[in-house]
């Protein structure tokens, strides 16, 4: 969100004074860009990716030499191998690939699923007047303080009763009705800063509610779809507990939940951990790298319309 300064800014002499708030702003721009920040920003981020680069070095060592010595030690005795992937995704007793196509098969859904009812939810809450908007609208807005534990159990009972338990529907539904108050609150504060010109002035053309949320809203929203729509994968794609309780079976078990068993049952076979962990964290860093641009865009956009 923009800052918008409540001091006056004067005139003297033909000369702009800029006020105090636009002296800060201006002081704050400076350290950020200073060289020191710059340089502060690179070393962080070098120690937030050197666990991720010995993890990338480790997948590719021989099982001997992971067990033998750290590492930081492949530098001086480079030895690569294909056998801990071969392993991982072919094995018999992993079968990696048939967890990682059902992440793929619960991900995309519960992504697409919150998005499209949170849309047409935000449009309503936004546009179309009704009795206890309002109190609606607080209700939904509360229930982001849910904890998920907490509802765990009724849902599984909930899901027996329907008998689609140990399906992907499970999992899908799961994540849709965790996500959909926090989207439906984001898409609607980003539905409420567009201008009320747009909106009357498709009505004056004759829209109705169908055709302004296709023609004018969608649009203007796609920023904002993005950025959750990325936020939606990441959570899901890295959730343990969901796919742990409503997928616990391997014709619907997340990729999560088989790294959960490696850790836990062959915590001593770091080859195909630290493989299995890195086929596991590639996927959401492809997505993040690839949409980065869109998820900050989606991240300014509340503060540039209207």
Known sequence: MSAVSTEPTVETGGKRRISRLERRAIAAQGKISSPW????????AVL????????LITS?????????????????DPNVTLDNYDTVLNGSSTAFSTYFINSIVITLPAVVIPISIALLAAYAFAWIPFRGRGLLFIAVFTLQIVPIQVTLIPLLRTYVSLGIDGTFWTVWLSHSIFALPLAIFLLHNFMKDIPASLVEAAR???????????SVMFPLLVPAIASFG???????????????????????????????ELAGTRGTEWHLLSSGAFIALVVPLVVFLALQRYFVRGLLAGSVKG
């Not at 937030?48 to 993890?55: D, K, Q, S, V």
């Not at 004056?204 to 296709?214: E, L, S």
């Open 60 to 76: 590719f060592r021989p099982e001997a030499d992971i067990v033998g010595s750290g590492w930081w030690t492949w530098f001086a």
């Open 37 to 44: 920040a710059s340089f502060a920003a690179i070393v962080i």
């Open 48 to 55: 937030w990716t050197i666990p991720t680069f010995g993890l």
């Open 204 to 214: 004056v053309d004759g829209a109705g509610h169908v055709r302004i949320f296709f």
């Open 230 to 260: 990325i936020f939606q994968f990441l959570w899901v794609w890295n959730d343990l507990l969901v796919g742990l309780t409503f997928g616990n079976s391997q014709n619907v078990a997340p990729l999560t939940v088989r790294v959960a």
